[in-house]
């Protein structure tokens, strides 16, 4: 069986080069940067004013300054400064030769119209210099970026209206099993509504990739070929959940392989996710999922969420957070490496989600992360430090 760390590396290492397109900065939230973007001009463009206040040589700090003009941000001086003279500057005005400093309007006295003193002890220049924050030609966005909102306003400084970014992956979701019902429906005894189903268009969405739904397929070949070939028609990546265990029905690999898919693994020895299915055609690529919710929902975020961001562009690498626990933890089995849902405290701790196994959807809802625990581990202790995997970064 192979490990986690080997199903991500045999999945990244399937991943073509994705396509581009260009959009407008209002559509870019969360795309990925295609290629790098960098500053068309200086910034700030001039020596820009800091403050309100008296734009001014500090050699003159000790005399009553003579105010020369007025400068409002966006107007350019006409003046220049001249020995025991000012101008009188709002943020972000530009400031006029001569000056080497701004004083602020705090730390000056009006003398009368048009004269000031500075009253101050001491003050800084207040002025921020052209060119300290990026200078013309800088590399200001770096392909691959996830475009969050910063990095749109950094775009929009240096006028990149139209960033080149990867295309989203399209990624058709179907879900099998024949007790399964669509949420609307009152579930029949022996029934279960599809939680997986929406849960998977929902966390497909939090990576931008674009979800098509198909439903449920019966645990028979012909609903599930046919199914998938439709799904394999219009996506670049078919995510399946249930299915892929041992049982008899359990149908999935064989329609994989029936539909010319190469399945690369189908065993991880992870808790929960064993099952988990990996498989590549010239055209697309499929994951099974395992039918426990906690277990789709798990695999989801370890497996498939970095690989649908690697399909987009992006190195999706969740911050490497080591966090003590709160109480003892227990588990009845430690033959492979295990993930429970836990939540973070206010005051930084890790405390355990009640959590009765795979098929447990409610353990998510309070979850802030997943914790791992190696193989071997049966018990953690209140106080120990434990990696956890953030859930909604
Ligand atoms: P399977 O992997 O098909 O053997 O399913 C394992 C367990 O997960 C069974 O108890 C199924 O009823 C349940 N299950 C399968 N698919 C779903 C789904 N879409 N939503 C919720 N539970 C599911
Ligand atoms: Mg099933």
Not at 76 to 104: F, H, L, R, Y
Request: glycine share 6%; aromatic share 6%; hydrophobic share 40%.
């Amino acid at each position: 069986m192979i490990t986690q760390q080997e199903a991500y590396d045999t999945m990244m290492k399937q991943v073509c080069q994705p396509a581009l397109e260009s959009i407008s900065l209002d559509q870019a939230l969360d795309r990925i940067l295609a290629k790098d973007i960098h500053a068309d001009i200086d910034m700030p463009p001039f020596i820009k004013s800091a403050m309100d206040g008296y734009a001014c040589r500090r050699a003159d700090l000790d005399n009553p300054l003579q105010m020369i003009e007025t400068i409002k941000a966006g107007q350019a001086p006409v003046q220049t400064i001249g020995k025991n003279q000012c101008s009188k500057i709002m943020t972000g005005g530009m400031v006029p030769e001569g000056a080497d400093c701004v004083i602020t309007v705090e730390e000056t006295e009006v003398l009368d119209t048009d004269s000031v003193c500075f009253i101050a002890d001491s003050t800084r220049n207040n002025v921020c210099l052209k060119g300290e924050d990026m200078r013309v030609g800088d590399v200001v966005l770096t392909a691959g970026t996830r475009l969050r909102p910063q990095h749109i306003a950094m775009a929009a400084s240096v006028g990149a209206v139209a960033p080149t970014v990867y295309c989203c992956s399209r990624v058709g979701i179907i879900s099998t099993g024949d007790e399964l019902v669509e949420p609307e429906i009152k579930p029949t005894l022996s029934q279960i509504r599809t939680s997986n189903s929406h849960q998977l268009v929902a966390q497909v969405l939090s990576t931008h990739a674009i979800p098509t739904y198909y439903g449920i397929t019966r645990d028979t070949e012909t609903s599930l070929d046919s199914m998938l070939k439709k799904a394999m028609a219009d996506n670049d990546v078919i995510l399946l959940s249930g299915g892929v265990s041992m049982g008899e029905f359990d149908l999935v690999p064989g329609i994989m392989k029936a539909n010319g898919f190469d399945i690369l693994f189908d065993e991880i020895a992870i808790q929960p996710g064993k099952p988990t299915t990996f498989a590549v055609s010239p055209n697309s690529y499929c994951v099974g999922l395992p039918g426990n919710p906690v277990a789709t929902f798990t695999q989801f975020e370890l497996l498939v969420k970095p690989f649908l961001y690697r399909l987009m562009g992006h190195d999706y690498e969740p911050p490497n957070i080591r966090l003590p626990m709160d109480s003892n933890h227990t588990r009845a089995r430690a033959r492979r490496d295990g993930w429970f849902p836990a939540t973070i405290t206010r005051e930084g701790t890790v405390s355990p989600c009640e959590f009765h196994g795979s098929a447990h959807v409610d353990s998510l809802c309070e979850a802030d992360c997943l914790v791992t625990m190696p193989a071997g581990v049966k018990s953690l202790d209140a106080g120990c430090m434990v990696s956890i995997h953030l859930i909604n970064p």
